[in-house]
């Protein structure tokens, strides 16, 4: 069964860098196609994609946020761990991890997020 | 990349149809067979319904159903039932590997 599961921290002051780690189990992030995913909700408001980290370690950011986005993987543990730097309000959020399906541009596995309060 | 528009709210009565449009342009929608749409119930993650436009992932119902033209994707659901009441996204490829979503539709079974 695959399952993904968001953690980081509930609140972070505006200029700080947020950190939040997707640890996921039945799959693995090492096999050929694989690919997780980040997207972001604010309260109320619409779904955004963030950033992808694929199998093969190559990595894709939102053209809006890529300067300020890092996304890296922790093969030992399972993880992938998203970085968003100098916060902002703006940034408060629900933020999914997900896995991409096979091909193509959808999310077929979703964690159920963890919120994210810049204040 | 702008997001995809979609009407705010849409309603419908049990056992009747309703159809969801998402509008993009011919750099997402219009080019690529990318389109993928989401269910979210309140304090829930999404959950994929469909997608490349009109394809259903294992498990979904067959009162789903997406379809495409031009710069405009569908996402038709059939056979109204309360459960169905929730927030619906549309989701496409915008290149460059990027993927633009759509500003969520509220569904309320009447």
């Known amino acids: 069964q695959v399952t993904l599961k968001e953690s980081g921290p509930a609140l972070v002051k505006p200029t700080q860098t947020l950190t939040v780690t997707c640890t996921f189990s039945?799959?693995?992030?090492?096999?050929?196609?694989?690919?997780v995913a980040w997207v972001r909700q604010p309260p109320g408001k619409a779904l955004e994609w963030l950033a992808r980290f694929d199998y093969d370690g190559s990595r894709f950011y939102s053209t809006s946020l890529k300067t300020r986005l890092t996304i890296s993987k922790d093969t030992s543990k399972n993880q992938v761990v998203l970085t968003l730097t100098n916060t902002d309000p703006a940034d408060t959020a629900t933020y999914f991890c997900?896995?991409?399906?096979?091909?193509?541009?959808?999310?077929?596995?979703w964690g159920r997020g963890t919120m994210v309060t810049v204040s | 990349q702008s997001a995809l528009t979609q009407p705010a709210s849409v309603s419908g009565s049990p056992g009747q149809s309703t159809t969801v449009s998402c509008t993009g342009s011919f750099d997402d929608i219009g080019k690529y067979n990318l389109v993928s749409w989401y269910q979210q119930h309140p304090g829930e993650a999404p959950k994929l319904l469909i997608y490349d436009v009109l394809k259903r992932p294992s498990g979904v119902s067959d009162r789903f159903s997406g379809s495409k033209s031009g710069n405009t994707a569908s996402l038709t659901i059939s056979g109204l039932q309360a459960d169905d009441e929730a927030h619906y996204y549309c989701?496409?490829?915008?290149?460059?590997?990027?993927?633009?979503f759509g500003g969520g539709t509220k569904l309320t079974v009447l």
């Open positions: 039945g799959f693995s992030l090492s096999s050929p196609g694989v690919r």
């Open positions: 989701c496409s490829y915008a290149g460059l590997s990027t993927v633009v």
């Open positions: 997900t896995r991409m399906i096979d091909s193509g541009w959808a999310f077929d596995v």
